[in-house]
């Protein structure tokens, strides 16, 4: 079974970096998590690179990541300009689970080939055993299976258009379409897979 705790040298590499605090020598991400209200996790993201999220590629600058109404709903995530003014992106996830709940914000990447933007995983908010995995539409998915060499989560292409609507509430339609969605995966030959392949879906004993 496919699973981000198995991680790879590299990816072991940048987990330390980002959660030890050395993002001056990564000089990509830097994060910290917002005290205000966190039922809605909210975490304050700066990168100096771009990084692909599903549906778009962000370029450098600083974002919110929050759940949306994380009292009812704990699988939407949207990404806001520094002051939450624009939303950026609204991304369906599915929860990751982690042996060990991190103790400082936490965003794991595919890895890429140089050269090519590095595409978020998921992200972790400190203290929780598990984290939002995202999912991507599936061309995009496909394109990142495959310079990556990994499996990626999945929905279909026409979902995309959901993900730049202007969401704000669980109610909305668009994200009543994202929730109902059928979630699956791709692996790097760009075919279909179980979910449970990609993702570990329950906790870890």
Not at 7 to 14: D, K
Not at 112 to 141: H, L
């Amino acid at each position: 079974m496919f699973n981000n705790r198995t991680a790879t040298p590299w990816n072991r590499g940048l987990r330390m970096a980002i959660t030890g605090g050395c993002m001056a020598v990564l000089g990509i991400w830097s994060m910290q998590r917002a005290t205000a209200d966190e039922r809605d996790k909210k975490t304050i993201v700066t990168i100096s690179a771009p990084v692909e999220v599903p549906g778009k590629v962000l370029p450098p600058g600083t974002y919110v990541f929050k759940l949306l109404d994380s009292s009812s709903n704990r699988n939407i995530v949207q990404i806001f300009d520094k002051d939450e003014k624009q939303l950026y992106a609204t991304v369906l996830a599915v929860p990751d689970y982690r042996l060990n709940p991190p103790d400082k914000p936490l965003i794991t990447f595919e890895e890429r080939p140089s050269g090519t933007p590095m595409a978020v995983k998921a992200w972790f908010y400190p203290g929780d055993e598990y984290g939002q995995q995202f999912v991507y539409p599936r061309n995009q998915a496909v394109e990142i299976a495959k310079r990556t060499n990994q499996n990626v989560l999945s929905m279909r292409d026409d979902m995309a258009k959901h993900i730049s609507a202007p969401s704000k509430a669980v109610g909305d339609a668009s994200v009543q379409e994202l929730q109902k969605t059928d979630v699956s995966g791709v692996n790097p030959s760009g075919e279909a897979v179980e979910l449970t392949v990609v993702v570990s879906t329950t906790p870890v004993k």
